[in-house]
């Protein structure tokens, strides 16, 4: 087992990679009461095009198959797992990204028995017709729940826009017409391809034993059969690389009481895996700051302009495979948020060069929220994104935000800002 | 260990090393009344946004990124009877940042509370028609939450008309009109004055040196009216009321009267009694009527021990309204009737001791949970607590489920005919 020890934080991150090719990493925290572990399969609802394990020919499979298989993951032939971990006084919960699916206990007693009940149930898959059928109606619920948020709307309207052709635009639980095809056996084959242990990694926080922990892991898997591992074969690529597919504008009617609108922007540039993904990921994240947080000129001025409100935000998400910005608000003045926004975007060399004197400020501020996470057993595992960022964690993170430099801002503006990749989406109340 | 400033306003600081950050909440309550609550909301956002020294907010969210980008915000909230503004800081302690951040902190939470931008007894009137403005639109806007408008409107249905409890804690549209940046002051005025200030500090600081730095800020001597924080009301006839929206998914909300209240004996009886309803994924709503059924994505209820009430959530398909109906009281008439096991009434305990427990692994769950116990006079512990909740017996959980009392049901129908 290998151990990293950062002083500067206090905190003590444990790692082995096990036989079977299960990565799993410990940070214990000894004056907390709970334990909280999260299971991680590199498999989302974009991976839909794959040759399943044993077959030679790609395949697609219906859009949401990922978050179908997390729902029915916890459902056995004569238990559910979630009941388990109730008996166990613990919390579960699982969730599925675009390029991920999580499952997750945190609990305060009976660690060792929770960690078993979470290997048993992601590693022991039970589905019958009877069961996949029933879950339909609990999905197909959660799609109508999703389709009433104007926020979701928003959300995957604009990325309806950033990638018309590509897997991003479609809902990660898919929709009642797609998840009405799924059976039992697209769950198989699918979960038989994802799920090998060295697709997979487990991040434990909490009041634990590192060696202790380890040896309870190590036992549960030496208990098991595992296929040999395979190589995942899967297709993504994005539809167009140059972004000559981004529509740049579209509207969407609904029951809304204020018009909301969002401007993308995606990033045309390949961003392959490592640690400079993440250096790439906060340079960005430092030039939308100091153009756009509250510390801004700009935001003031929209501010005091009634152009935008506290429902102003902006944010940046960087996956494997794709990244974009995105910026909305809800406002009665779209059309001048969206130019506003835009005009930024557009002139961000000039309004970085003025703002020049915030950056070390700027950086001191994701800095101190950054070791505020250290607090949170979930900041932490959750965080974590494999090989996407070279396999570094929280506590790795701040040397790499350290590192970055006012040029290293400048240098990123023209690779992240490009006209093409500009978007804009517009949410307005229905005429009744 | 708590430091009394002056009459009225109690410090209590805790030290703990668990976190790297650090809290500050300095809570003002007082008597809601149907005046006060809109235009103590609106002056919390007011004040939020700059204070004499910090002039525009720009010039404030830079001192904050300064001090590692802390947190400082406020808040308009509800404890029963009491209305709350609440300041809350979160920042980073002093071994992770820089000497000398925790004084810079509360010097700028006191500039805030006791420094706003008030000129010649006025509020700044850009600020304040801004912010007046925002809140508006911001009210309107919770309209698109589905989930929350339909516990909105339960809200209207089970409490008297003439009650306070009908206006959200923070405001409504229909109060703002009569708000000046003159009159405004009258408020700030009676709840720097008049108001009982509870202050809590967590984190690895040194408690008389922090403490020396909060007598600084010289709050004035009040006289602290004792007013009971429980909201109670007579029993009414079950109110409906149904609603069309073009909506995919329809909402059914429930809500029961329960008149038990913080500290009574039977609290948590009632705590364990909602746990088995439907406060925990193994609860009889969750099994039943979302598993079971597949009737609901959601299905969930909640215990208001300040309120004393009970309401229940789910969202469903329209057509199975009266099915749902039908399941959600047969859930309640078996916990009446001792329906159910000594096993799930353990796993409903054992899951509220996890939840207690690992809220002491937050710093700002534990700031609010010590701003609790000081309102209330409570000293109980978590370990106290959780020995309570392990002592509820099937008969309690009985007992105090015969006190459900249906009061209204609220349907925001999804089909438009």
């Known amino acids: 087992m290998e151990k990293h020890q950062y002083s500067r934080f206090n905190e003590t991150i444990y790692h082995q990679k096990l036989d079977n090719g299960l990565l799993v990493q410990m940070l214990p925290k000894k004056d907390f009461h709970k334990t909280y572990a999260i299971l991680t399969v590199n ?71 929770n960690i078993d009940v979470l290997l048993d149930f992601v590693q022991d898959p039970y589905f019958s017709e009877k069961t996949v059928e029933k879950e339909k109606g609990i999905i197909g619920q959660e799609i109508s729940m999703y389709d009433d948020d104007p926020n979701w709307r928003l959300y995957f309207g604009i990325l309806g826009n950033l990638y018309p052709n590509d897997p991003m635009h479609i809902d990660i639980a898919g929709t009642k017409e797609s998840i009405s095809q799924i059976k039992a056996e697209d769950l198989y084959q699918t979960y038989h391809t994802f799920y090998q242990p060295n697709n997979m990694n487990l991040f434990i926080v909490g009041n634990i034993d590192p060696a202790e922990t380890v040896q309870w892991i190590a036992d549960n898997q030496a208990h ?209 | 260990m708590h430091f009394n400033l002056t009459n009225g306003v109690d410090l209590n600081i805790i030290k703990t090393t668990q976190f790297k950050t650090n809290q500050i909440i300095v809570n003002f309550s007082t008597p809601q009344t149907k005046n006060n609550i809109t235009a103590r909301s609106l002056m919390a956002d007011i004040l939020e946004t700059s204070t004499k ?36 800081a979160s920042f980073l302690n002093d071994q992770y940042s820089q000497p000398g951040l925790l004084h810079e902190v509360i010097k700028l939470v006191g500039e805030m509370i006791l420094n706003p931008l008030i000129d010649n007894g006025s509020f700044d009137e850009p600020t304040f028609m801004t912010q007046k403005t925002n809140l508006a639109s911001s009210i309107a806007s919770l309209a698109d939450d589905k989930q929350y408008y339909a516990s909105s409107e339960l809200r209207k249905i089970y409490f008297d008309q003439d009650s306070p409890m009908q206006i959200p804690s923070f405001g409504q549209i229909d109060d703002l009109s009569v708000l000046t940046a003159t009159n405004l002051v009258d408020q700030y005025q009676a709840m720097i004055n008049q108001d009982k200030i509870n202050i809590v500090l967590l984190g690895d600081v040194d408690e008389e040196n922090a403490a020396a730095a909060f007598r600084e800020l010289n ?126 009434l353990q796993e409903v305990k054992d899951g509220l001791t996890h939840q207690l427990l690992s809220g002491l692994d937050s710093s700002s769950n534990g700031a609010e949970r010590s701003l609790m116990n000081d309102i209330f006079d409570n000293d109980k512990s978590v370990e106290t607590i959780v020995n309570e909740i392990n002592n509820v017996t099937i008969d309690d959980v009985v007992k105090t489920a015969k006190l459900l009392k249906l009061q209204a049901v609220y349907f925001l129908n999804g089909e438009v005919k």
């Open chain 2, 53 to 88: 020294k910090y002039h525009t907010q720009t010039l404030l969210a830079r001192h904050e990124a300064d001090l590692f980008g802390m947190y400082l915000g406020t808040s308009a909230s509800r404890i029963g009877n009491l209305h709350n503004v609440k300041f809350r």
């Open chain 1, 43 to 113: 498999f989302g609802s974009i991976d839909r095009t794959f040759v399943p394990k044993g077959k030679t020919e790609m395949r697609t499979v219906p859009d949401g198959i990922a978050h179908f298989l997390e729902h029915k993951m916890f459902e056995k032939e004569d238990h559910d797992a979630f009941d388990l971990f109730g008996k166990l006084g613990a919390d579960s919960n699982a969730f599925t990204s675009f390029t991920q699916t999580s499952y997750l206990f945190s609990g305060s007693d009976h660690i060792h028995e």
């Open chain 2, 219 to 344: 709050f004035s001597p009040r006289i602290v009216k004792n007013v009971s924080a429980f909201y109670r009301q007579e029993l009414h006839e079950v109110f409906e009321k149904e609603e069309q929206q073009e909506l995919k998914q329809a909402k059914l909300n429930l809500a029961y009267q329960l008149p038990v209240y913080f500290q009574e004996s039977n609290h948590y009886s009632a705590v364990v009694m909602n746990g088995i309803l439907g406060g925990t994924p193994l609860s009889k709503l969750f099994v039943n009527v979302r598993e079971k059924e597949s009737l609901a994505y959601y299905a969930n209820s909640n215990f208001n021990a300040f309120n004393g009430v009970l309401t229940i959530q789910t969202g469903i398909e329209s057509q199975n309204k009266d099915k749902a109906i039908k399941l959600i009281k047969q859930q309640v008439e078996a916990i009446v009737a001792g329906d159910f096991s000594e096993e799930l």
């Open chain 1, 224 to 432: 098991k059969q595992f296929d040999e591992p395979a190589d995942i074969e899967t297709e993504f690529e994005l539809n167009t690389l140059d972004g000559s597919d981004v529509i740049p504008f579209r509207t969407l009617e609904m029951d809304v009481s204020r018009p909301k609108v969002m401007v993308g922007i995606r990033g045309l540039k390949e961003i392959k895996p490592g640690q400079d993904a993440l250096k790439y990921r906060f340079t960005v994240e430092l030039l939308l700051d100091t153009l756009f947080d509250d510390t801004s000129d700009k935001y003031l001025e929209l501010y005091d302009n009634g152009i935008i409100d506290d429902s102003f935000s902006y944010n940046f998400e960087m996956q494997r495979g794709f990244h974009f910005a995105y910026f909305n608000a809800d406002t009665d003045n779209t059309e001048q948020f969206s130019d506003e926004i835009v005009k930024v975007l557009e002139n961000a060399n000039a309004q970085m060069l003025k703002g020049r004197s915030q950056f070390e400020s700027e950086k001191r501020a994701i800095l101190g929220r950054l070791i505020g996470m250290m607090d949170s057993p979930e900041a932490i595992a959750n965080r974590y994104a494999g090989k996407l960022y070279g396999n570094t964690n929280l506590l790795d993170e701040v040397e790499v935000l350290e590192s970055i430099t006012f040029e290293d801002v400048l240098a990123v503006i023209p690779e992240f800002i490009q006209p093409a990749g500009i978007s804009v989406f517009h949410i307005i109340p229905r005429n009744n």
